[in-house]
T-cell receptor, first 112, second 113 residues
Framework: RKEVEQDPGPFNVPEGATVAFNCTYS??????FFWYRQDCRKEPKLLMS???SGNEDGRFTAQLNRASQYISLLIRDSKLSDSATYLC?????????????FGKGTKLSVKP | DTGVSQNPRHKITKRGQNVTFRCDPI?????LYWYRQTLGQGPEFLTY????????KSRLLSDRFSAERPKGSFSTLEIQRTEQGDSAMYLC???????????FGAGTRLSVL
């Protein structure tokens, strides 16, 4: 079993839809949590960090439930440009240390 | 361009040959990471450096793999006696001091024939 599990999708949604991605992690010692976005044949780029209190960045909302070891990403009013693979990421360290542990990614395709 | 730079972008080689990739991190980023990504998977950690010291190696990093960061600036990843299973995207990332955000380069795509 992978340490970070995601539904691989693909999620095919129309423009304007709201879409939610879920992720679970198995190591309860995980310290930091992120969502990265990866466009086809490009490098991953940080979308947002995820905090226990939940956090929002424009149309994107991330939630963390440490008790359930569950992370979510909600995208509202989806745009064509949101089409990408969304990678759930954890680290075992806080601060500036530590390698990233990635899920397989969830592919999103937003259609006109 | 002040981002993470990786060269070459693409490498095609025959099985059994040696290959070397280079990564130039963002200036003053003291931590440098190597990852490997195969089709349909997320990136997997290989190794990381703090300045010139290699602090951690994944068990994915077999004896055929070696990484260096001789002066704490650029890094090289060498694969000896390449195998078809080495075909992947090799990604480099760097992190500034006291930040937990990794900035990735565009990667080197290796194809072993």
């Amino acid at each position: 079993r992978k340490e970070v599990e995601q539904d691989p999708g693909p999620f095919n949604v129309p423009e304007g839809a709201t879409v939610a991605f879920n992720c679970t992690y198995s190591n309860s010692a995980s310290q930091s949590f992120f969502w990265y976005r990866q466009d086809c044949r490009k490098e991953p780029k940080l979308l947002m960090s995820v905090y226990s209190s939940g956090n929002e960045d424009g149309r994107f909302t991330a939630q963390l439930n440490r008790a359930s070891q569950y992370i979510s990403l909600l995208i509202r009013d989806s745009k064509l440009s949101d089409s990408a693979t969304y990678l759930c990421v954890v680290t075992h360290y806080g601060g500036s240390q530590g390698n990233l542990i990635f899920g397989k990614g969830t592919k999103l395709s937003v259609k006109p | 361009d002040t981002g993470v730079s990786q060269n070459p972008r693409h490498k095609i080689t025959k099985r059994g040959q040696n290959v070397t990739f280079r990564c130039d991190p963002i200036s003053e980023h003291n931590r440098l990471y190597w990852y490997r990504q195969t089709l349909g998977q997320g990136p997997e950690f290989l190794t990381y450096f703090q300045n010139e010291a290699q602090l951690e190696k994944s068990r994915l990093l077999s004896d055929r793999f070696s990484a260096e960061r001789p002066k704490g600036s650029f890094s090289t990843l060498e694969i000896q006696r390449t195998e078809q299973g080495d075909s992947a995207m090799y990604l480099c990332a760097s992190t500034p001091v006291a930040k937990n955000i990794q900035y990735f380069g565009a990667g080197t795509r290796l194809s072993v024939l």
